[in-house]
């Protein structure tokens, strides 16, 4: 390991701790102490500097006193946890089970109290004994939900095959220029993917009205972005040899990916998509809750009029269809292996 290599490795880790000892002390002092006791933690931005700080001196102190956890995660070769390095990560996960518990407000006797299960009974009897006359208004909006997804996934298609070979390192490494592509199509395709298809669809709801064009352009995008991902990474594990052999025959870069790139990823590419498409179903029932079209839209109509037969057969009719498209893709990507 050179010096250059040791040196990351020391910042890296030198982060680690602080983020540790950040974390553990956020945590009990925002969370658990609040919670347990009368104690109100101090707000304001120069707290949040002053948290920071503290985190900084106690990474130091750790390090100094060859007790830092962050090495030992790092280190290539078998090091033992330090004690007080040991005792951190388990306080850390210890306060995040105790923070997670105060957080989400769990409460058994809510759980299981008479008035609460007298409630659930009512509302699954109710999702038992679907009621039958609405059937043809959803089937309508299940085959709109259906075709929302397989509209999405279509036309996703050509800008994520074009962008994938833009996003693979193993292309784009040959000079600075197309590194500068490589970073910014992978940048902007990591940001479209980070955002839920959920808040694409409120987006799309608020730029051209509530409806199947906004929830389609909701899968198409987060689509767009996620097989740009899978597809890239996908022509980065390829094997080397063909590609070169195309090379050294003098053949120009376009005939390398035709004929030694393109081969080896159309069975994963399709495999992808449709695996894709059986997601973008499932997605496309969600994100009708906020606008999007669909049977979505149909279900938070009549779940906010508190008509649970009729939620009742619209989630019989999604529950089936949704089984079908696994049962379907799945067959479909196993034939395709």
């Not at 553990?24 to 948290?51: E, K, M």
């Not at 833009?166 to 592509?181: D, Q």
Request: without cysteine.
């Amino acid at each position: 390991m050179n010096s250059e290599q040791k040196k990351g490795i020391s910042i890296q880790s030198f982060l680690i701790d602080i983020f540790f000892t950040w974390y553990v002390f956020i945590t009990i002092d925002r969370i658990i102490l609040p919670a347990l006791t009368s104690y109100l933690p101090l707000q304001g931005f120069v707290i949040q500097l002053a948290y920071l700080f503290i985190a900084f001196i106690s990474a130091l102190i750790l390090r100094s006193i060859q007790q830092s956890p962050g090495q030992a995660i790092l280190s290539n070769e078998k090091v033992s946890m330090p004690f007080l390095g040991k005792h951190i990560l388990w306080l850390a996960f210890s306060s995040s089970i105790i923070a997670g518990w105060i957080t989400t407000d769990i409460s058994p006797i809510d759980f299981f109290s008479a008035k609460g299960i007298e409630s659930a009974s009512n509302i699954f009897t109710a999702l038992i004994t679907p009621e039958l006359s609405i059937f043809d208004i959803a089937l309508k909006a299940l085959i709109e939900t259906v075709y929302i997804a397989l509209t999405a996934t279509i036309i996703a298609l050509p800008p994520s095959f074009i962008l994938s070979f833009l996003s693979a390192r193993t292309l784009m490494k040959g000079s600075p220029l197309s590194f500068a592509i490589y970073s910014t199509v992978r940048f902007i395709s990591n940001f479209a993917r980070s955002i839920e298809p959920l808040i694409w669809a409120i987006i799309f709801s608020v730029w051209v009205g509530i409806g199947p064009f906004a929830g389609m352009l909701a899968l198409m995008i987060h689509t767009v972005a996620s097989l740009t991902k899978q597809y890239s990474e996908q022509i980065e594990d390829i094997d080397n040899g063909p590609i070169e052999a195309i090379q050294a025959t003098g053949a120009h870069p376009l005939q390398v990916i035709s004929y030694a790139i393109i081969p080896q990823i159309v069975i994963p590419f399709l495999s992808f998509t449709i695996y894709r498409w059986d997601i973008n179903v499932r997605m496309a029932t969600i994100i009708g809750l906020v606008g999007g079209g669909g049977i979505g839209t149909m279900l938070m109509q009549y779940q906010g009029l508190a008509q649970w037969n009729e939620v009742g057969l619209i989630i019989i009719m999604i529950a089936f269809v949704v089984w079908v498209m696994d049962y379907v893709s799945a067959r479909v990507r196993e034939a395709l292996r």
